[in-house]
């Protein structure tokens, strides 16, 4: 059997950059009023986790300089990573479920302020999640989880040919289920629980029969509210509720959430809780903070949630008061890759995942400003609906043309760039002083992506190619090999 043919990756656009007279006059230079802030400028650099809190969740100085470091770019806004809003241990990803997170946040909000002379609005990122556990070992997953049912010695005795299976009691049906390999287990279990043997137990919105789960509709709205007003302790300038992706709040959203109690089943159940949590948000920060939401233009996945769906939910959220909706793609755990075991399955490996942070192999058509589309369907609707609600793009931005035709165009209001802005955090300020020349360019193949997935601080590959030999002051991680911020920009 051949492997299939991995397409071949597609060239960076050319880039023409501006001089700075022809910046000043770019609406991605214009100020964008955001509810109770304004944005200096339409450029964004969107939430991206680096894996550098503690492991209780806390800030550390490699916190700092990481968004200290995006902060020198000034972009109009930088939004912190996903950050938890439970006091649940979730390993080095910043949390904000207690006060006891505030003063180290407040630190975090300095450091942006000093580095972007005030010029750069700091949001963070608002997440819940639900459990996701490693793939087991089968040998450890039939002696702890498996429930045998009724039917199931049967379907063993049909497969082994062996009669007397039929007859086996719990414990051997245990042991002669697991040594009859992969293709019995497909055959005997059900879907979910082979799912959960193959890939590792995942909580659903759906799993209703679970008290904590069928409680998610009392508990988040206060769990994001207490947390948004603990992002205005700290001083943030906005809360970005996370909506997107493959965690709770986007499967609230997503039209695999058939739940019958109220919160799911129709479009009206599925949008009941995020505008729950967005009433409950707005209650508590009334207008010390900027309230926006990320959502999925498009699930991506078999049975989910379209493009329509996301101009709906648009629509409610901005007369649910939302100030600023920024919009993503993909992302689901349903098509992800099976991992291996002892490992998680992790949502940015399948097609959807690849659409959320897409590379250039994709395909021809490449990353460049590919979900483009789905924010200007949605901004239309959101327009023709009356609102005036901006809307943030995002996906593959990397020259002043792509940025300024889009928003030129009015497919959107901001410019959310990624990954750009991790190869070369000052490649905003670059374009707006007129030296677009010196831009260190990425080259979207998903380094840094990489160390993501294996929870590993995330740094850019091109960080360490261009290293001024006696730049002595740019931290490095453990092994000393790789940068942990970019470089500086030597000519500033
Ligand atoms: C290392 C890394 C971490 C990310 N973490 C988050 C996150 O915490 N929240 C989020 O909404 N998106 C996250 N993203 C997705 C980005 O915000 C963005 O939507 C995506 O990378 C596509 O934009 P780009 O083509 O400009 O990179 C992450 C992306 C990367 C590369
Ligand atoms: S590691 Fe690669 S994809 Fe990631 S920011 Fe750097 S150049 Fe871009």
Known sequence: MTAPKRPRPVPLPEAHWPDAATAAAARLFQPLSLGPRTARTRTWVPAMVPWRATDDGFVTPNNLDWYGRFARGRPGVLVAE??????????????????????????????????????????????????????????????????????HAAALADITGRAEDAALDDD??????QEAGPEAWRAVLDERAFEELERGYRERVTDTHLPHIRDLPQVLPELFASAARRAVEAGFDGVELHYAHAYTMASFLSRTNVRTDGYGGSPEGRLRLPLEVLAAVRAAVGDAAVVGARILGDEVIAGGSRIDDACRYAIALAEGGLDVLSLSKGGRFEDAKVPRIGEAVYPYTGPSGHEC????????????????????????????????????????????????????????????????????????????????????????????????????????????????????????????????????????
Request: proline share 7%; net charge neutral.
């Open 357 to 492: 942070m897409p590379t250039v192999r994709i395909d021809e058509r490449g990353p460049f400003a590919r979900n483009l589309p789905l924010a200007a369907a949605v901004r239309n609707a959101v327009h023709q609906a009356g609102h005036a609600m901006p809307i943030v793009a995002a996906g593959g931005f990397c020259t002043f043309d792509m940025m300024e035709d889009a928003l030129v165009a009015g497919h959107a209001d901001a410019i959310a760039s990624a990954r750009q802005s991790l190869a070369d955090p000052d490649w905003f300020e670059k374009i707006r002083q007129g030296r677009g020349d010196e831009i260190r360019r990425c080259v979207f193949t998903n380094y840094c992506e990489g160390l993501d997935q294996m929870h590993r601080e995330v740094t850019c590959k091109l960080w360490d190619k261009d290293i001024a030999p006696d730049d002595t002051t740019t931290p490095r991680a453990a092994d000393g090999r790789r940068r942990l911020v970019a470089p500086p920009w030597l000519a500033s």
């Open 82 to 151: 996903a950050t938890g809003i439970r006091d649940v241990k979730s390993g080095p990803l910043l949390r904000i479920g207690h006060d006891r997170f505030v003063p180290g946040l407040r630190d975090l909000v300095q450091r942006v302020k000093d580095e972007s002379d005030g010029e750069t609005l700091f949001f963070v990122q608002l997440i819940d999640f639900l459990v996701v556990r490693r793939r087991p070992e089968p040998a450890t997953w039939f002696a702890r989880w498996y429930r045998p049912q009724p039917g």
């Open 172 to 177: 051997a049906l245990r042991t002669a289920l």
